[in-house]
């Protein structure tokens, strides 16, 4: 399921500019479909959406320059990608860095190691609930499985 801008800006919590500078102009997240000229508007996935709120998320608390995170956030989209939504809850991102993502179940011992970690749980229940994501647009959510 892939949303447009207008979408994305509502489920991110991002301003419309924001939305713009950060997936256009600087490309710091890479949009899932990117614009093919007048048009033909970008498109969005839940994963892409939920990076975005990370992203925002350190900006806000922390904050960084985002400029900087480019790395970060595409590793952290490339690893949400690999994963069904459902499987995220309980889980955290992780920044070793401005340029290392990982992901660890949130009540992990951290060790010994300095890093930056955002809990997803709180973004996951925006994204979950019924007036952020219409119904059918949610079966993407969930991994296919055949049926006997």
Known sequence: MLVQASEAVRLSGLTA?????WCGRRALVEA?????????LALFSWQTILALRVLHEVHLRY??????????IAQLQALLRKRAF???????????????????VSNDPLGKCSCLVVELDA?????ATP??????????LFPAMAVR
């Open 86 to 104: 459902p499987s995220l809850w309980g889980y955290a991102a992780m920044f070793a860095n401005a340029r290392e993502a990982s992901l660890r």
């Open 123 to 127: 973004h996951l229940e925006i994204l």
């Open 63 to 72: 904050a960084v320059e985002v400029s900087g995170w480019r790395e970060a």
């Open 131 to 140: 007036n952020a994501l219409r119904v059918e647009s949610q079966l993407p």
């Open 17 to 21: 500019h924001q939305l713009r500078e």
């Open 32 to 40: 899932d479909v990117p614009p093919a000229g007048r048009g033909h």
